[in-house]
């Protein structure tokens, strides 16, 4: 293996479980966000899917900025939080957070595209089998959208690995706690002539960038087959 | 304006350079960034004229890699001090007075692998014998102005910032960083390769602005 | 018990529409754009009504204040297209639907894709996606099965095969409703018959008073007009039921003795003889009196026989009309093949 | 003329099929799944054979080392469904492919749906959807044109009015290869009938020998066996041509004096008498010889006859035959009712 | 209207022709590379697809300094560009490369999925009236795609609009030239206490944001129908 600095593979680590946790986590409320976009009309509809894409247009460190003063200690969640020690600022939960936020609006994206791309006669013929709308989604929407849901999920993933900005600003860098990779490639990058691990770190983070985004292709036909060709 | 002159410098700098630059005759193109950041971009060939950076090894580096021409030349110096939340009162720097002073907070300071200031940081504790106590209690920034912004807002007690900084921003100074405990803080400028006419001038300007500097808080 | 009374507009086509469909099979038929499909929709909760009622079984599914979800309506519905599933086999594609405990065998082997049953859609003809279409509406168990023309893509055969087996989807009960253009089919599973055009109903009843209806059948084209009698079978020989009917007796391809079948004799199948004819291979010659002649459009004119306590109708040319003086009052022999008949079995009431 | 032979593996199910037709219209019938949509899209180019040979008009369509690509076959194609491009409206989709200057107007008008010209498909009925797609092929000027069954969709009026515009596209000379199930569409239309059952050519000629052929009988149903003739008018009168066939003279309603016509007479329209029969409304009497009685399953049996030069298949009671005695070399009548001929029109070859 | 230091009208002015030019001139590439990996197969597919991801995955710095390091005076393209003068380094031009780099997947994904959507039996069907594969996309696939295409322009164009990391690393901050709104707001966040301005900026920012976001949701429903309902 790449000969790396003990720190590198705490970042590596901490930086997976963050993108994992932030993906897994955040795809529940992505998949029903992506279902409301798609398939129901209501008041303010506009302004929930600008409100979604705004981490995505804003500067990371804005977002993380946002995060940080409601997550302070004064902030309006922070004051909740904090006194139940619950509070994710300068936690691994806070980077869980930030990453979650960034990749949230690709999430949805691509899964409400392939909502939208589900043919709602299928929908409606489900209907007449007897299926309640709940098991309708669930029977015939989500394993249809799945394709799209696995592009939101690499999608998501990768964003959430790479997240950088945004992470740094709400729960700086603490090693082991916060020091994402992407952190620690940003620290390394820092020294003049570079430091002796930053190869390898570039490199650990494009295998995983490489890694997931094959998988998923390897993955996407599989489920396409499952899921049926035209 | 196109012709004007570009003088990029590290980001800490940029009150007292904007005054400077607004008491130059013509108009100044200031770019800042990170010293790091500044350094690869002048030696990749950025269209500066000037540069001003927070470290010297970045300048040495520079200075290396043939990008700047001639010799560099410290323009300012600056203080480390430990920056509290208002009310929080004086600390002494000892290990206990200090992590008394933390509680379940931490010390916010630069990254000392990026952060200039978190390099001096470092080497201040280690040197005042704190260093090992602390490490554990640390909260590292990618720019020492986020380690300020915690303790303005009261997210951490403590911070490790520039003497420069913490001038009237809602922080109280806890404790002077005593200046032998660390390598002098000094500014190193110098004209970057293929600098314009007028350049050099630009620079001396600059190097004799030490009232500016000093109202800033850059003690030289 | 169906009952319905819908009105809609989509566009500049409006439906207004007001049928009762009891248990058997009531049959929707109209010409293309008629409105069938539209109607169907608002009976399964898949279009609103802008006004009217819909009630099932007592079960009020629509009127002003209700508007049951087309899942809570216990309607299976066979689409036009075939909507399979392309996510699911043929086995998931029937189960989808089905209560707990059914079995897919049955249905599949009856329509003739048990061979099929890990196949995806995207792998089956037109017509064996209808099949699996069909078999998974019936799997469901509905309470009113309703199918939109789904025989359309099957051949002949495969057609004639599912036929019976909807009858037998009737005899459980389940009513259908059942939209169609194709007479054949109507005719042999229909109880009562809805004929629609331009979103508005022309004609509604008993299947046969509504196939000897002569403006019926001007909708329906001319050579789709005929009688449709019931009888009991009393005799069978040599493969040949002997069936009594109120026109007299009928001999008919298969049959049990005491079984009851619906036999439909149209108009353009009859000849008839002013003389007994002698020496024919048709087996079935009713001794009748002509009731009315009705001169129609072209060649044609078409005569009301009354054979016994039947009536029948006969398509013949004018030509031959003059040429055996027939009017009103005339005894004739009508002369039925018994290829010519179309049998099909009547439930049990 | 197109020359087909191709085989193609999909699955378990094996195409492997040789064929030629020249101008006019070739028919392939089959059962739900015989390959009839396979063999179109080889031909059209959607799929790729396995090995083989498809040429169009001298042109090397697909063979070893060529395989033109579909939008060079000069194919017209009307799927199975419709098909229609849901970001056009009706008129965008029928000028889709349509060669600068042509109008969509003509074909509109004819199909019925000139009304519908600014609709977008999602607003169409099924039989609108259909009618749609068929003009859209038409417009495109194809030297070969596929339909693929193209109208199960249809009401019997609509389809009997389209059946005749194809007939002509037909006359202008541009061959059809027509699938179907329905043989009244094929005996109507085709020249040529080809007879497919699991992917392999059981029986292909010209038509008349195809259905009156007794092993092609039982594939299509006995019920669609029968003879056709061609003739030309001689003579009209109360609305009914004198068609002078080689069975003998039939009369037909409508049409023109030397006009030629082909007449559909099924097996299970003809009555056979042993006397001539008198005062019967049906004016074709033709005096006949059986040929042969060939038993079949079920109460029937078939007879072939010969009537004058031509050759008439009947289907009656085996209980008929018997009481009649009807054997090879009996002498009959063979009764036919006019409106029990199909006829269609025969283009000027 | 709010009060900004003349900078702030400069910045946007600039964030505007780059994140427009980023998002027009990388569409036509974003279109073709989305219909290969929608509808082609060939060797290497799964790596194209990795390598358009990375400026996703890794952090933004990372890219800016690959880009940087390809585009510098020593650099393999800018060994070529530079004597020419058209070297992007320090250029807006510049900014608009890396801003459409980071933008780049996400056109590329969202326009693909909208491509897969496109039932392959009606490109089929415009084949057998005739019309060349090139013809069939342009009538056939991209007019059902574009409700897909336009909400991939969007995310691209927000992208790029809020893109940072990558291009002050590249072409850093150059006042007039190089320094965009999200350059500029993180230069304000930079000034102890706050600058004045940051406020509005940061207003700005959403704005463009939202409205980005709801002129797509507003187009979209428009060229759906325009494409057709299904
Ligand atoms: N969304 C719509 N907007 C306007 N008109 C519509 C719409 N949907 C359907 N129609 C029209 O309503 C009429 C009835 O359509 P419907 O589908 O009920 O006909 P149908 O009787 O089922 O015909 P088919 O036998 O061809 O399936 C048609 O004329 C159709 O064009
Ligand atoms: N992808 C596939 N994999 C396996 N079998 C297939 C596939 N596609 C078609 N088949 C089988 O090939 C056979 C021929 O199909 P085809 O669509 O040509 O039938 P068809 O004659 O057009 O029938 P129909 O009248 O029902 O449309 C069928 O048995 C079908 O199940
Ligand atoms: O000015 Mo610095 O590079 O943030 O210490
Ligand atoms: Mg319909
Ligand atoms: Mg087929």
């Given amino acids: 293996m790449i000969d790396l600095p003990p720190e590198a593979w705490e970042a590596l680590a901490l930086s997976l479980r963050v993108s994992v946790v932030a993906t897994v986590l955040s795809l529940p409320l992505a998949l029903w966000v992506a279902h409301l976009l798609a398939r129901r009309q209501f008041r303010g509809k506009g302004l929930v899917d600008a409100a979604i894409h705004l981490p995505l247009v804003l500067p990371p460190v804005v977002t993380g900025y946002a995060l940080l003063l409601l997550f302070s200690r004064a902030g309006p969640l922070g004051a909740v939080l904090e006194p139940l020690g619950l509070s994710p600022a300068f936690r691994w939960t806070g980077a869980a957070i930030a990453a979650a936020i960034m990749a949230f609006p690709l999430m949805v994206r691509a899964i409400r595209l392939a909502i939208e791309a589900v043919d709602p006669k299928l929908e409606e013929a489900a209907a007449t089998l007897g299926l309640s709308p709940a098991r309708v989604w669930w029977r015939v929407t989500l394993p249809m959208a799945l394709p799209g849901v696995l592009a939101g999920v690499t999608l998501g993933f990768a964003k959430a690995f790479g997240e950088f900005g945004a992470t740094i600003t709400f729960v700086a860098s603490i090693p082991g706690e916060t020091r994402t990779l992407p952190a620690a490639i940003y620290a390394f990058l820092q020294v003049p002539g570079g430091a002796p691990g930053l190869r390898g770190l570039v490199l650990i983070a494009v295998a995983v960038a490489v890694g997931a985004v094959l998988l998923s292709n390897w993955l996407a036909p599989r489920v396409a087959a499952r899921v049926g060709g035209r | 304006a196109p012709d004007a002159l570009v003088v990029m410098a590290a980001a800490s700098l940029k009150p007292a350079l904007d005054e400077i630059a607004a008491t130059w005759p013509d108009p100044v193109a200031l770019a800042y960034g990170g010293s790091g950041a500044i350094a690869r971009q002048i030696a990749a060939g950025a269209p500066a004229d000037v540069v001003l950076l927070a470290a010297t090894d970045w300048m040495d580096w520079l200075v290396s890699q043939g990008a700047v021409e001639g010799a560099a030349r410290s323009v300012a110096g600056n203080r480390l001090v430990m920056a509290g939340t208002p009310g929080g009162g004086p600390v002494c720097l000892s290990a206990a007075a200090v992590l008394a002073r933390l509680g379940t907070g931490r010390l916010a300071m630069g990254d000392p692998m990026s952060v200039p200031a978190g390099r001096y940081g470092q080497q201040a504790l280690e040197t005042l014998g704190i260093w090992a106590a602390l490490s554990e209690h640390l909260l590292m920034t990618d720019n020492v102005r986020a380690a ?56 001396a300007h600059i190097a004799g602005s030490q009232a500016i500097f000093a109202a800033h808080g850059f003690a030289a | 018990m169906l009952e319905v009374s819908v009105q809609r507009r989509a566009g500049d086509f409006t439906l207004d529409v007001a049928l009762e469909a ?112 069909i078999g998974r509406a019936l799997l469901r168990q509905p309470e009113l099965l309703i199918l939109d023309e789904p025989l359309a893509a099957l051949d002949a055969r495969r057609r004639a095969a599912i036929l019976p087996w909807l009858g037998r989807v009737r005899e459980a009960g389940v009513p259908i409703l059942y939209i169609s253009h194709a007479i054949e089919e109507v005719a042999r599973l229909a109880d009562t018959l809805v004929l629609l055009r331009d979103g508005a109903v022309v004609r509604a009843g008993p299947l046969a008073e509504v196939l000897s209806d002569p403006v019926a059948a001007a909708l329906m084209g001319p050579s789709q007009a005929g009688a449709v009698l019931e009888g009991v079978v009393t005799a069978v020989a040599d493969g040949l039921a002997a069936v009594e009917t109120p026109a007299g007796v009928l001999h008919v391809p298969g049959g049990e003795v005491g079984q009851r079948l619906r036999i439909r004799i149209r108009a353009e199948d009859i000849i008839v003889a002013t003389a007994r004819p002698e020496g024919v291979s048709a087996l079935n010659v009713l001794p009748a009196v002509v009731e009315a002649v009705q001169p129609g459009q072209g060649p044609g004119v078409m005569l009301r026989l009354r054979a016994g306590e039947g009536a029948l109708l006969a398509r013949i040319t004018r030509r031959s009309a003059e040429r055996l003086s027939l009017a009103p009052g005339v005894a004739v022999w009508a002369i039925v093949k018994t290829s010519g008949v179309a049998r099909a079995d009547v439930g049990g009431g």
């Fill in chain 2, 148 to 203: 300020l912004a915690y303790v303005a807002r009261g997210d951490v007690p403590l911070g490790l910032v520039y003497a420069s900084d913490a001038r009237g921003t809602g922080v109280e100074v806890a404790a002077e960083i005593p200046a032998p405990t660390h390598a002098p803080i000094v500014y190193p400028a110098a004209l970057v390769r293929g600098a314009r006419p007028g350049a050099a001038d630009l620079l």
């Fill in chain 3, 22 to 133: 009891s248990s058997g099979v009531t049959a929707v038929f109209g010409p293309s754009g008629a409105g069938k499909t539209t109607l169907a929709r608002c009976v399964a909760g898949l279009a609103r009504p802008d006004a009217g009622r819909i009630v099932l079984n007592g079960r009020v599914l629509f009127d002003g204040t209700t508007d049951l979800a087309p899942h809570r309506r216990g309607i299976g519905y066979v689409f036009q297209e075939a909507r399979l599933f392309p996510h699911l086999d043929v086995r998931g594609n029937l189960m989808f639907g089905a209560p707990r405990g059914e079995e897919a065998g049955p249905v599949a082997e009856m329509l003739g894709i048990a061979d099929l049953m890990d196949r995806r859609p995207a792998g089956l003809s037109g017509g064996e996606a209808a099949r699996v279409a």
